[in-house]
C-alpha cells in the first residue's frame, strides 16, 4: 500500500462518510428545505471526495480528468436543481418552511 | 484496494435503500422526489467506483450520461408538481 494508496483510502472513506451524512440528513430534517440542503450539497462533497480518492488511483490523467468532469457536471446540476425543488415546492403545492419549533 | 471500492459501492447502495424510508414517510410529493435526486447524486458514486475495476472503463462514461440525466427529471418535475401557474419569471406571493 503506496502512500498514495493510503491518501486515496482516506478520501474514499470521507467521502463515504459524506454520503452518510447526507443521507441521514434527507431522513432526519424537518422539512423540505433543509433536506434539499442535504441532498444536494453534503452528498455533492461526498462524491467530490470519492472522485478524488478514485483520480488519485486511477494512474492515468485522462482518467482522473474524466472523473472530475462527472464531478463537474453533478455540481452544476446540483446547484440549480436545489434551486429549482424549493421554488417548486414553495410556489406549488406550498409545503411550508419549517418555522424552527420542535415538531413531535 | 479492489476490495475497499467494491466496499463503498455496496456502502453506498445501502444509502440509496435507506434513502426509501423518506420515500414512504415524505409528507409531500417533494419529499418523494428528493430521493430520485438521491439516486443520481450516489448512484453516479456507485458508477465510477465499480468503473475502476480492470476494463470496466465504460461505466465511467455511464456515470458521465447518467449524471447529466438527473438534471431533466428535476425540470419534468418542477414542471409537473408547480404546472404552469409559477412559470419560472412570474414572482407571484406563495400561496398560503
Redesign the interface.
Known amino acids: ?1 503506496s502512500p498514495l ?1 493510503f491518501l ?2 482516506a478520501f ?1 472513506f470521507g ?2 462518510a459524506f ?2 451524512a ?3 440528513g ?2 432526519r430534517f424537518p422539512d ?1 428545505y433543509c ?2 440542503h442535504a ?2 450539497k453534503v ?2 462533497l ?2 467530490g471526495l ?2 478524488v480518492g ?1 483520480a488519485l ?2 494512474g492515468s490523467w485522462a ?1 482522473a480528468l ?2 472530475l ?2 464531478w463537474f ?2 455540481l452544476i ?2 446547484a ?2 436545489c434551486q ?2 424549493a ?9 411550508a418552511p419549517w418555522g424552527g419549533r420542535r415538531e413531535p | ?1 479492489h476490495e ?2 467494491t466496499g ?1 459501492a455496496f ?2 447502495l445501502l ?1 440509496i435503500l ?2 426509501m ?2 420515500v414512504i414517510r415524505g ?5 418523494r ?3 430520485a ?2 439516486f ?3 448512484g ?2 456507485v458508477l ?2 465499480l468503473a ?1 475495476d480492470a476494463g470496466r ?1 465504460a461505466l ?1 462514461d455511464v ?2 450520461v447518467f ?2 440525466l ?2 431533466v427529471t ?2 419534468a ?2 414542471r409537473f ?3 404552469s ?2 412559470a419560472p419569471g412570474s414572482d ?1 406571493e ?3
Not at chain 2, 27 to 31: A, G, L, M, R, S
Open positions: 500500500m494508496d486515496s483510502a474514499l467521502g463515504g454520503c452518510l447526507g443521507t441521514v434527507v431522513l423540505v433536506r434539499l441532498l444536494t452528498d455533492n461526498g462524491l470519492v472522485v478514485l488511483q486511477s482518467t474524466k472523473l468532469l462527472v457536471f453533478v446540476s446540483s440549480f436543481t429549482l425543488i421554488r417548486a415546492a414553495l410556489r406549488g403545492r406550498g409545503a | 484496494m475497499l471500492r463503498l456502502f453506498l444509502n435507506a434513502g424510508v423518506r409528507p409531500t410529493v417533494t419529499d422526489f428528493i430521493v435526486q438521491l443520481g447524486t450516489t453516479v458514486g465510477i467506483l475502476a472503463d465511467r456515470a458521465l449524471a447529466l438527473a438534471p428535476v425540470v418535475f418542477v408538481a408547480v404546472g401557474d409559477a407571484k406563495p400561496r398560503p
